[in-house]
């Protein structure tokens, strides 16, 4: 599924710059508003001391990739369990980890310590939205793609996919269980799993033991 494009944090955080639905505003107009917040030039200044202009749609992007670097998951249920703790996981999480990776087939695209293959895939939502085509329009397995969400903590950050329009990880699972919609974009990693619903709760269970007991992410005081 790679398109030939680098994908960095900076990248992600700053988005297409010809997309006006980046911040809720053209990217062009964010360093001017910015620049007139007078709490925004200190910070900024700060943060970039030896450039002339430091507001800059880049410099913005940069922060935001700052911040997201400082959110960290840490070690899980998952993680004590692959180090040796044999009593970190149940045998029905246990299990799930087995579908995770066979029947369920989530590893072709959950794969690494995040959980994601980084890449873009259209898993056959039902959405107007065609995400990663409306930068890649001639590419057919581009159409409907979004970023392959990591899991870790995944337990917490309900609703889910990229739209929000699933409430629950079992809502998630049916999904890709039979409910996605067939189209030609489909990613060639999404078809019909058959779970019974045993392994369906086996595979939740396993889901759930991403999720660690990590400190709440301070909201700073932003200048207005």
């Not at 398109?3 to 960095?8: I, P, Y």
């Not at 959980?115 to 581009?142: N, T």
């Not at 058959?194 to 709760?201: A, G, I, S």
């Not at 007991?213 to 207005?224: A, H, I, K, N, Y």
Request: aromatic residues 8%; hydrophobic residues 40%; glycine residues 8%.
């Amino acid at each position: 599924m790679w398109d030939g494009r680098k994908d960095t944090l900076e990248e992600q955080a700053l988005g297409p710059m010809e997309s006006a639905a980046e911040m809720n505003l053209d990217m062009e107009q964010l360093p001017i508003i910015l620049g007139n917040i007078p709490g925004y030039a200190v910070l900024f200044k700060e943060a970039f001391p030896n450039q002339s202009d430091p507001i800059s749609a880049k410099n913005v992007a940069k922060a935001i990739a700052t911040f997201e670097r400082t959110v960290v998951s840490g070690e899980a249920p998952f993680d004590r369990w692959i180090k040796g703790d044999e009593a970190a996981l149940s045998d029905e999480e246990k299990q799930g980890f087995i579908v995770f990776n066979s029947k369920g087939g989530c590893a072709g695209c959950h794969s690494g310590w995040a959980f994601s293959d980084s890449s873009f895939h259209d898993i056959g939502l039902s959405s107007e939205d065609i995400g990663r085509g409306k930068l890649l329009p001639k590419i057919e397995k581009m159409q409907f793609a979004f970023k392959t969400v990591g899991l870790r903590n995944i337990a917490l950050r309900a609703p889910y996919m990229h739209d929000g329009s699933i409430e629950t990880l079992e809502g998630v699972v049916d999904h890709y269980n039979s409910k996605f919609i067939r189209r030609p974009s489909l990613s060639d990693e999404i078809e019909p799993l058959n779970l019974t619903n045993e392994e369906k709760k086996q595979l939740v269970a396993f889901l759930k033991t991403l999720t660690s007991p990590d400190e709440g992410v301070s909201v700073p005081v932003l200048p207005r």
